[in-house]
């Protein structure tokens, strides 16, 4: 194993873990866990996006391009889950 092969692992390792992390502040969002606001909300949909289109863009191609698609599918449904409550407070809070 290479150098430059340890790099990549240890990167999207270390990306991967950085969008876990993100996805399950959403999805205490998402889940109404007390001590959540619709802007902790709105910011964590922010992050998650970030953390998605950083990893697309540092490993689309290469040995983590298919798994790369697969975190992203799965982190784009947490954005999904969170903008739908969040717009159902707003929608809430307006009434």
């Known amino acids: 194993m290479t150098k430059k092969t340890n790099t990549a ?3 999207f390792a270390d990306r991967k873990a950085a969008l876990d992390e993100a996805c399950a502040f959403l999805r205490s969002f998402t889940l ?9 909300g709105a910011a964590g949909i922010e992050r998650v996006s970030a953390e998605c ?4 863009e540092l490993f689309s191609t290469g040995p983590y391009a298919k798994q790369v ?10 954005i999904i889950a969170a903008q739908t409550r969040l ?3 707003l929608k809430k809070k307006s009434t």
């Open 53 to 56: 289109d950083r990893m697309r």
């Open 69 to 78: 698609v697969t975190v992203i599918a799965s982190a784009r449904s947490r």
């Open 87 to 89: 717009n159902h407070l």
């Open 32 to 40: 109404g866990r007390t001590g959540f606001t619709r802007k902790d």
């Open 9 to 11: 692992d240890s990167s």
